[in-house]
């Protein structure tokens, strides 16, 4: 049997050596990517619960695309546009009531949002939405624990959560304003909000992160309050419904995330409250807001 020379041996030990290493490094950037991973994931909200009674019915790479949230073409778009809505009743107990309701609610979305887009001379796509009866996995990642709805920017989705408590009892402003929430994530995605909240992410540190996210969440919750405000009066949106739900999430809203990452209840009926009362989604500039208004 040949001989093999000594240099050879010497250089394959020393790329085997190289290939250790790098599978090395590959592991502990998995490790990394695990924990502090800064992709896209599932945006997610809760569901006020009904009343008691219900009538019948970042660095530099980040900063330079800040202007796209806090300086937004849809922020100088006037109201939204009214497209006098109206869903019908939701009788307890079918779901096909359910997913004829919340798809006539989206097309609604669809009309509204599609018209202040040309408004500004953005360029709108609609979303997609899924109703679901269990937790499914999103391509944005696992089910948020105590989500009741979720928005998933890779596949553009809604996916919206319908439980056996909410088709006993069902809540019609209740289920509107979170689909309108999820809605309003998928505004900030097409618009470019977004381009700069996960630019931002990916150099943030934990606190950071926190605030960024509240920023996203508070301000889909102030443009889901200033949908909401075009059905004001109707049997949908009464004052007495609209006033509940408010506070419910000035009592509730915290509860449900490990981490100050949605707002504080008081917060978050803050910025409803602003959203509702303006009509505008230059209302709802969080990104411009200071730190005291988004905590």
Sequence with gaps: MNSVPKSKLAALAV?????????????????DVATTSTEPQNEAQQLASPPAKISSQAKKGPAIGRALATANPLYRSGRLTDVNC???????GSMTAYRRFLTRVTNCLNRAWGAQFRKAGLPFTKPRLRIITTKVKTPCGAWNAGADGVYCSTDRTMYLMISKDQLRNPFPLGITRLIAHEYGHHVQ????????????????GKAKRLQLSRNSELQAECLSSVFMSTMKGTKLVTDADWAY????????GAKGWPQNDHGRGPTQAAWMT???NRGTPGACNTWSASTRNTL
């Design 86 to 92: 109206a869903p019908g009743d939701l009788p307890a």
């Design 245 to 252: 739900t408010v506070d419910w999430f000035r009592k509730n």
């Design 274 to 276: 602003r959203g509702f």
């Design 189 to 204: 995605q097409i618009s470019g909000i977004w381009n700069y909240y996960w630019a931002a992410r990916t150099v943030a």
């Design 15 to 31: 790329a085997m050596l190289a290939l250790a290493l790098a599978a090395a490094g590959l592991v502990l950037v998995l490790a």
